[in-house]
């Protein structure tokens, strides 16, 4: 889908639909569409470079399983995700050259080698895995090989006792089993001999040398899905902050409406400063397309980083409608780990800070601000707002589909194919004032007049059409403003 934006001197060479947004010439698209998180995750279990798409925190323990212990992020970045309430996340586990899948090696009766059992995910986690292999109770012809994860039994498989091959098809064919893979290492004689606990050994989860160049390939990988908002679990490192920021910047000028939320650390978020660092990474990023998260936050007694707390705002970004605003939102925490006084709340604001804080009876969003501070050309004051950026993602990406799916390649460029387009047009702008999401009056399409008409200066190529978009996006109210007579 060839897609982005275009200027008069840099015409694109792909075929498809570019757009530019101006600051007189918004649009949006119809509310109630939720959108996706993407979020690299680390883990001690769980397919490795993998997208895993999550919709519950079951579905989390199912993909990661429960151990949290290490550096591992999985759970507890994607439990914040969720509870912004997206329409799913999409988890992609990273790891680095040690990854490792446990593995146990078994033993026939007369200690041959005859069966390897390896965990299905390479981790940490493997190593708690130990088994027991004794003879039927109710069959004595037949064996049951019991999997534990600690003192827990996870699976009891039944096999005839006679055959290493039916042990490991037992297990392979079991699909209810979601721990194990078995592979025959010989016949031996028939029969495994008989353990108690054996436990797994050799599994490395592949996190103590994860480095920036794992989070850009994960970046790269992440380009040929579908998805809105980005986070990171709890990643602080400039350089790595740095380059996810100029990949953002760069999707969005290839036409993918994406945004991504940062945060710092805790250090930053706590500090007396903590309004000024946290102004500063804003200078930094300046983008329309990166919110910056200032604030920490405590969730059930644990205190998360603004960092950390990016992926919550994340999954707060995509999970409302294009006629919400994140401004005022309740969120799901029970304090912030600094409370801002109200002259760094107003420099926040100015400095394109995302900022959670205490009303006095719970925790809300302040503003739904992303970390554009220094507007660039073309661009105005709602350019900061997040709710304004996403509308127009959204609008670009829906024009682009309606575009290759009923008019590139379909329609002759003439006037009568033109007029159409722009009438096609009309009819998406008036139900998009119908949603609330423009304004009911003053819009309109027409062919750009620079290429076409009386007035044109310009020659479009045969195949080039321009047209143009005139509306007034409309806005949540933020500000009231009120006078009370005393008579």
Known sequence: MAGGTWSGTDRPVLPGFYMNFEAAALSAILPGSQGIVAVPVKANWGAVKQFVEITSEQGIYDAF????????????????????????????????????????????????????????????????????????????????????????????????????????????????????????????????????????????????GIASADYLNALSTLETQEFHVLALDGVTDTGIQASVAAWTSRLRSEGKGIVTVLGGPAADDTASDAASRAAARSALFNHEAIINVGTGAILAGTSYSSAWVSAYVAGLIAGQKLSESTTYAAAPFSDVTRRWTRSEQESSVKNGVFLLYHDGQKVKVLRGMNSLVSLRQGQNAAWKKIRTIRVMDAINQDLLRTAEEGYIGKVNNTEEGRLALVESAKQYMQTLAQAGVIETTGFDVYLNPAYYGETAGLTPEPDQVYIKWDAQLTDVMEQIFGTFIVH
Do not use: C, H, M
């Open 65 to 208: 399983g429960r151990d949290q212990s290490g550096s591992a992020s999985a759970q507890a970045i994607l439990k914040l995700a969720l509870l912004g309430k997206p329409k799913k996340v999409l988890a992609y586990r990273i790891a680095d050259a040690t990854a490792a899948k446990a593995a146990l090696t078994l033993k026939d009766s007369a200690s041959a080698n005859v069966l390897k059992l390896e965990a299905k995910y390479e981790g940490a986690r493997g190593n708690g895995f130990s088994v027991i292999i004794q003879t039927n109770a109710v069959d004595a012809s037949k064996k049951d090989l019991k999997l534990l994860e600690g003192s827990a039994v996870l699976k009891t498989f039944t096999f005839p006792g006679s055959s290493v091959q039916a042990a490991a098809d037992a297990l392979n064919q079991d699909s209810g089993n979601t721990w194990l893979t078995a592979t025959v290492l010989a016949p031996g004689n028939g029969t495994l001999a008989a353990v108690s606990g054996s436990a797994f050994t050799g599994g490395n989860s592949g996190i103590s």
